[in-house]
């Protein structure tokens, strides 16, 4: 037997090994995902796909040590894990060719997976199996320690990893450099991973614990973790909800992901957030059994998504209590009662109040949480004797992918709204009532000695079935909640990009009649209907926004030569300055927009273009680098104004490919004008921009405007970079005084947001 202070480090190593190998996989998450973001638009469905991606292979890792651990003995599963890690360490390549680049637009679903599988398929599918092989192999060592605490501090380590990157890595080091500080902590992995591995190879029955034949453990000391984890073999129901609940905790994570990023608060990066909030759910249920509440964790559950349904159905900016639904009405009656004897007016109105966006925030991402406290401790009470564990997370890993190959691939095709958001919170309250009904049952007594333990028998249903009735009728509530909060469309599509969607408004009003095209929640363009009202540019277009300006000028300059390029094509507003002769040339990477744009049904400023008007399907930046040099007068970015935004746009390498396509007074006979949209609640684009300016050599004039709903124009923010003094001039008398912020300069290895946030 090996003494104590070997038996400590040896327990040190299969801990480090284990949190460093968790950190890993969640910092290469990110990282590749920076790598590949600019190729493919900079929309949030490529991390969405990335995670799929890294879901399936940990299931294909913990297919391994599954199998490994079944069916090959311990000192050969040594031998070929180290001759997997030397192989990994020597073929790892993690910064992707530009070959992956997408030659065109669509859906580029499995190019990505394909791009993944080549870059960092081998790397991530060693690490992967680490978290389940470790705790097979602490399990047989110290047959007397149960290993599940093991897999509580992997997700940590993810949870850390996760963390630390968008606060720490990512605003100080350049991707490249990213890239090689992993690739020296995942040589470090290899040095920790290789030791446990080596030690199982040298490994003999007396070496630290006795193993028997059919790969349980015996030992004097392990009468602890037997009582605690029963060894008989798992039913097949169990194995069934080994599967189910953490495809339905991953089924929320992305739900919610795609959910709150787009249809709740349009804020970059925040699906940092939804999976912080899974992962510590995992960390909490099983680090300890003392940590999960049964029915603590099913009333925060149905309290939390019953309030997710009343602000989706009122909103954040007014409730009414009196709305609230059938539990509403006992807190109005309460409230109104109250409320009158207070003021001494019987008549006070009814109970209103504001929720807030950051509370909003909060709500939503506690019904995540208790949601998958519920999928994850049930699961830690349901793990099986160590015998077991590798199938266990076998299993594990299966629903995690399946959970992400319903939302990432499944549901776009079945639903054109994000509908399984709703539908999780639909199964979501519907397990906590179970759970509490199981809870409710009569549990025969243990103890006959003493009234206390009678007492807290007969409690329990008498407690608990008034809370069910509650929850049964809270159920009908939701329902109505969430048939409440759809919003009908005329038309609607939904792909890789997201969700399109065509709204009509006024309609039995013909002067204010209108169609509006929204991606997710963010307008992207409306058109009035009636005569006089249809050829007039609209929303941040208007003739006296930045850029209507500044096309009105070139427009009289160049009368029959006009050459604008647009990238982000919305409805074509911008179409509506083209005179004959004049050539405008938009960049739209999502379909469903072209399509929509092009429908004469509802938009009309493509179909009554008096130029030529051509739609270059496919990202813009990456559309501009294989076209020759178009020679725009204009050259206008709107792409600045939702969840995700495109950082690729506004880098160094951006604003060269710009600087080729602008007009010039050498080539052209008159300098070309960049026109950006900036206008964004969260972020403050003008020091990218400035750095931009001052990387071409071009001066910089903010146009800002109030908007005029009557005529369907709202407040704009433009940032006008040009070299032409007759431009300058033009503008100058509605420029807003000049910014006094430093210039920040963005690279394709470097952006970071948080510079910029609105604080």
């Given at each position: 037997m090996v003494d104590s202070r070997a038996r400590r480090w040896l327990m040190l190593n299969y801990a480090a090994t284990v949190l460093v190998s968790a950190f890993l996989l969640f910092q290469i998450q990110p990282l590749i995902s920076k790598f590949i973001l600019p190729w493919f638009g900079g929309s949030p469905a490529v991390w969405t796909t990335c995670m799929l991606f890294f879901q399936t292979v940990l299931f294909a890792g913990y297919a391994y040590a599954h199998l490994s651990s079944r069916w090959v003995a311990p000192r050969w599963q040594g031998i070929a894990h180290l001759a997997l890690l030397v192989g990994a360490l020597v073929l790892a390549r993690f910064e992707p060719s530009s070959a992956w680049k997408p030659e065109s637009g669509g859906d580029p679903t499995w190019r990505i997976l394909m791009l993944l599988g080549a870059c960092v398929g081998l790397p991530y599918f060693v690490l992967a199996t680490t978290g389940p092989l470790m705790q097979a192999w602490f399990s047989r060592t110290f047959p007397d320690r149960s290993p599940y605490r093991l897999y509580a501090l992997s997700n940590f380590g993810s949870l850390v990893a996760l963390l630390s990157y968008p606060f720490w890595f990512e605003p100080r080091f350049e991707l490249h450099q990213q890239a090689t500080y992993w690739f020296w902590g995942y040589a470090a992995f290899v040095?920790?991973?290789?030791?446990?591995?080596?030690?199982?190879?040298?490994?003999?029955?007396?070496?630290?614990?006795?193993?028997?034949?059919?790969?349980?453990?015996?030992?004097?000391?392990?009468?602890?973790?037997?009582?605690?984890?029963?060894?008989?073999?798992?039913?097949?129901?169990?194995?069934?909800?080994?599967?189910?609940?953490?495809?339905?905790?991953?089924?929320?994570?992305?739900?919610?992901?795609?959910?709150?990023?787009?249809?709740?608060?349009?804020?970059?990066?925040?699906?940092?957030?939804?999976?912080?909030?899974?992962?510590?759910?995992?960390?909490?249920?099983?680090?300890?059994?003392?940590?999960?509440?049964?029915?603590?964790?099913?009333?925060?559950?149905?309290?939390?998504?019953?309030?997710?349904?009343?602000?989706?159905?009122?909103?954040?900016?007014?409730?009414?209590?009196?709305?609230?639904?059938?539990?509403?009405?006992?807190?109005?009656?309460?409230?109104?009662?109250?409320?009158?004897?207070?003021?001494?007016?019987?008549?006070?109105?009814?109970?209103?109040?504001?929720?807030?966006?950051?509370?909003?925030?909060?709500?939503?991402?506690?019904?995540?949480?208790?949601?998958?406290?519920?999928?994850?401790?049930?699961?830690?009470?349901?793990?099986?004797?160590?015998?077991?564990?590798?199938?266990?997370?076998?299993?594990?890993?299966?629903?995690?992918?399946?959970?992400?190959?319903?939302?990432?691939?499944?549901?776009p095709h079945i639903f054109v709204t994000f509908f399984e958001w709703d539908l999780g919170l639909v199964i979501g309250y519907s397990m906590a009532m179970m759970l509490l009904a199981g809870m409710a049952r009569p549990v025969p007594m243990a103890d006959s000695k003493g009234g206390r333990a009678v007492s807290v028998q007969m409690a329990a249903p008498i407690v608990l079935m008034p809370a069910l009735l509650a929850a049964m009728v809270g159920m009908h509530d939701e329902f109505g909640f969430l048939n409440a909060s759809r919003i009908t469309s005329v038309a609607a599509a939904r792909n890789f990009y997201g969700t399109a969607s065509v709204r009509e408004g006024s309609p039995e009003d013909p002067d204010k009649h209108v169609y509006a095209m929204f991606n997710g929640s963010i307008l992207h363009g409306l058109q009035l209907t009636s005569p006089k009202m249809r050829h007039e540019p609209t929303t941040y277009y208007s003739r006296d926004s930045g850029v209507g300006r500044v096309v009105d000028f070139y427009a009289k300059k160049c009368p029959h030569d006009l050459r604008v390029g647009t990238i982000g094509l919305g409805i074509g507003t911008l179409a509506a300055y083209a005179e004959p002769g004049s050539k405008f040339r938009f960049y739209e990477i999502n379909p469903a927009v072209v399509k929509f744009?092009?429908?004469?049904?509802?938009?009309?400023?493509?179909?009554?273009?008096?130029?030529?008007?051509?739609?270059?399907?496919?990202?813009?930046?990456?559309?501009?680098?294989?076209?020759?040099?178009?020679?725009?007068?204009?050259?206008?970015?709107?792409?600045?104004?939702?969840?995700?935004?495109?950082?690729?746009?506004?880098?160094?390498?951006?604003?060269?490919?710009?600087?080729?396509?602008?007009?010039?007074?050498?080539?052209?006979?008159?300098?070309?004008?960049?026109?950006?949209?900036?206008?964004?609640?969260?972020?403050?684009?003008?020091?990218?921009?400035?750095?931009?300016?001052?990387?071409?050599?071009?001066?910089?004039?903010?146009?800002?405007?109030?908007?005029?709903p009557e005529r369907g124009s709202f407040p704009s923010n433009w940032m006008v970079l040009t070299r032409n003094k007759q431009v300058l001039a033009m503008l100058a008398p509605y420029a807003k005084e000049k910014c006094q912020q430093a210039p920040l300069p963005w690279t394709d290895a470097h952006t970071d947001l948080f510079d910029i946030l609105v604080r």
């Open positions: 040095v920790l991973c290789g030791f446990a591995a080596s030690r199982l190879w040298r490994q003999r029955h007396e070496s630290v614990g006795v193993a028997s034949t059919d790969g349980s453990q015996e030992s004097g000391d392990s009468s602890r973790v037997a009582a605690a984890e029963p060894e008989s073999t798992p039913t097949k129901s169990r194995r069934l909800l080994w599967l189910a609940l953490p495809a339905f905790g991953s089924f929320m994570l992305l739900a919610t992901t795609n959910h709150v990023c787009q249809d709740v608060a349009v804020i970059p990066f925040l699906w940092v957030v939804p999976l912080s909030v899974y992962l510590l759910s995992f960390v909490i249920a099983f680090d300890h059994p003392r940590w999960y509440r049964r029915g603590w964790c099913a009333a925060g559950a149905l309290l939390s998504i019953y309030a997710v349904g009343v602000i989706q159905s009122q909103g954040m900016e007014k409730i009414r209590v009196e709305n609230i639904g059938t539990l509403g009405k006992p807190l109005q009656a309460v409230t109104a009662y109250y409320g009158s004897w207070l003021s001494g007016n019987a008549s006070a109105g009814p109970l209103e109040f504001k929720v807030g966006f950051q509370a909003g925030l909060a709500i939503h991402f506690l019904a995540l949480f208790f949601v998958c406290m519920l999928c994850h401790g049930e699961l830690a009470r349901l793990r099986p004797a160590p015998r077991h564990l590798t199938g266990y997370y076998l299993m594990i890993s299966a629903g995690g992918a399946l959970g992400g190959l319903f939302v990432s691939l499944i549901a744009a092009n429908d004469d049904r509802f938009f009309h400023y493509l179909k009554d273009c008096r130029g030529q008007a051509d739609v270059v399907l496919g990202d813009g930046r990456l559309s501009l680098e294989r076209e020759p040099a178009q020679r725009f007068q204009v050259l206008a970015l709107d792409a600045f104004s939702g969840d995700a935004i495109p950082t690729h746009l506004l880098t160094h390498e951006a604003f060269e490919i710009y600087r080729r396509h602008l007009a010039s007074q050498s080539h052209d006979g008159i300098d070309g004008t960049i026109a950006i949209h900036i206008t964004n609640k969260y972020l403050d684009l003008r020091p990218v921009v400035l750095a931009g300016a001052q990387q071409l050599g071009l001066d910089v004039v903010q146009i800002q405007t109030k908007g005029d």
